[in-house]
T-cell receptor, first 115, second 110 residues
């Protein structure tokens, strides 16, 4: 069984460019979460999505960041006009149901470096 | 909003030692989960506790949920170098959302 897949695993962008991070959840999971992790820090919740819906984006910066989970295809986290402070590991997780009663399966992460 | 705090943030132990780390919530939890992240890796689910006072064991790891369901502990017996990593607790409160603590980073001196 394939777990959560994320690509790319490493992404280098210059300041001002756009970064697109992709996440394919575990087969059959329709709930996706994005987290950001700075070096030596914990997981910071960004956004929770179901297919075609954003359920909770309370952790996502209001500007430059957006996320989607279309009916077909992977979930995408998009960062426009990246700045050095966006450098971090971005993890996607999926679960079979949306409540916190179920474990979350994490992907390997995308390490974003902004130069 | 709901907050989950882990103490200590860093723990350095000698191989073979026992230690305990704690997770405290500002609100009563419906359940609590523990995850482990190896250096350079991603968080991996370890266990979930649901009942008040529940105790679960996984080999040398013992997890406990407090009677008031506001705290949890992880006890590791005879620490090994393979235990190195960051341990996260995550609690679900009234909002149904899982809130992660900042993690406890464990290093082991062989």
């Amino acid at each position: 069984n394939a777990g959560v897949m994320q690509n790319p695993r490493h992404l280098v962008r210059r300041r001002g460019q756009e970064a697109r991070l992709r996440c394919s959840p575990v087969k059959g999971h329709s709930h996706v979460y994005w987290y950001r992790q700075l070096p030596e820090e914990g997981l910071k919740f960004m956004v929770y999505l179901q297919k075609e819906n954003i359920i909770d984006e309370s952790g996502m910066p209001k500007e430059r960041f957006s996320a989607e989970f279309p009916k077909e295809g992977p979930s995408i986290l998009r960062i426009q006009q990246v700045v050095r402070g966006d450098s971090a590991a971005y993890f996607c997780a999926s679960s079979p149901h949306g409540t916190g009663a179920y474990e979350q399966y994490f992907g390997p992460g995308t390490r974003l470096t902004v130069t | 909003g709901q907050q989950v705090m882990q103490i200590p943030q860093y723990q350095h132990v000698q191989e073979g030692e026992d230690f305990t780390t704690y997770c405290n919530s500002s609100t009563t939890l419906s359940n609590i989960q523990w995850y482990k992240q190896r250096p350079g890796g991603h968080p991996v689910f370890l266990i979930q506790l649901v009942k008040s006072g529940e105790v679960k064991k996984q080999k040398r790891l013992t997890f406990q949920f407090g009677e008031a369901k506001k705290n949890s502990s992880l006890h590791i017996t005879a620490t090994q170098t393979t235990d190195v990593g960051t341990y996260f607790c995550a609690g679900r409160g009234g909002s149904e959302k899982l809130v992660f603590g900042k993690g406890m980073k464990l290093t082991v001196n062989p």
